[in-house]
């Protein structure tokens, strides 16, 4: 029953391609996991955030690879081993044969964890995977921020797949403003960040400013420096930004995280399709 399940999710992906179903693959398989930590304690203590997040709860077309929590409160000694091996036990009953290795390091407050599926794609009926070459494995990188930047705001979501259970996640004015901390300041470019600005910026929602401002002060190029952001600095910045990517390299990160429906939609991006998105934060 259990593997039945995970085929009708995978069925109702209506995929195309053998990119959309090891992105469908992998998506039911973070779903699986989200349920798992959902059925401890795992949510008292940390908040799901990130494009993943985005995705799952709030219906963001594009697929995502990671599964990014912060805790709730600063905890440098925090273990994730005990919520590991939940996750190995509760995906065990659901036809996988999961691993997962810890890969964090004592001194980095920034815990890692990578899970590798061998199994359910030999268990399902697949369409398009593995039909032309060897069928990749599933897998899915952990993180956890044991020392996050303060004044985020959380709520509580329920997944109804493949059980009931409750995830406690960012809002969306806290995950649109780690967004554009991530747009600032992370030391590369990623398309999937331009591809959520397009969406925030679209759904008209506020920025939270205040964790903007902690952000920015603890992680990249203002560390340090007691910045306080508010809507002026923030398009500022973003402006120039916009203004020096190459935008053609931009896109290209992004294409393999959308269905083909959305690729004509990436003639568009420039500077002037972001500048025009920029005009609409508030």
């Not at 029953?1 to 992998?26: F, G, P, W």
Request: one cysteine or more.
């Amino acid at each position: 029953m259990s593997v039945k399940l995970i085929q009708e999710k995978l069925i109702a992906y209506k995929c195309k391609s053998e990119l959309e179903e090891n992105h469908a693959l992998r998506e039911i398989s973070q779903e699986v996991i989200l349920a798992a930590l959902g059925r401890g304690d795992f949510f008292n203590f940390a908040s799901f955030h990130g494009g993943t997040c985005l995705r799952i709860f709030y219906g963001l077309n594009r697929f995502s690879e990671d599964l990014d929590f912060v805790l709730t409160k600063p905890n440098t000694e925090f273990n994730i081993n005990h919520y590991l091996q939940k996750v190995v036990d509760e995906c065990n009953a659901f036809g996988y044969k999961i691993e997962i290795q810890d890969r964090s390091k004592k001194a980095n407050n920034i815990k890692q964890a990578f899970s590798k599926d061998k199994s359910l794609g030999k268990i399902l009926q697949l369409n398009y995977s593995g039909k032309t070459g060897r069928m990749s494995n599933i897998r899915i990188k952990f993180e956890i921020d044991t020392n996050p930047p303060q004044k985020a705001n959380s709520e509580m979501k329920y997944l109804d797949f493949p059980f009931v259970s409750m995830v406690n996640i960012h809002d969306k004015p806290s995950l649109f403003a780690g967004k554009i901390h991530a747009l600032l300041c992370r030391s590369y470019t990623k398309g999937r960040d331009w591809y959520d600005f397009i969406w925030y910026t679209s759904q008209n929602i506020k920025i939270n400013y205040d964790f903007l401002s902690t952000s920015i002060n603890q992680q990249g190029p203002w560390q340090g420096k007691v910045i306080i952001v508010d809507k002026k600095w923030c398009k500022n910045e973003l402006s120039k930004k916009i203004e020096s990517l190459d935008w053609e390299i931009v896109t290209n990160d992004v294409r393999r995280f959308i269905r083909d429906f959305e690729l004509p939609s990436l003639k568009l991006w420039s500077k002037e399709l972001f500048l025009h998105q920029l005009s609409k934060i508030i």
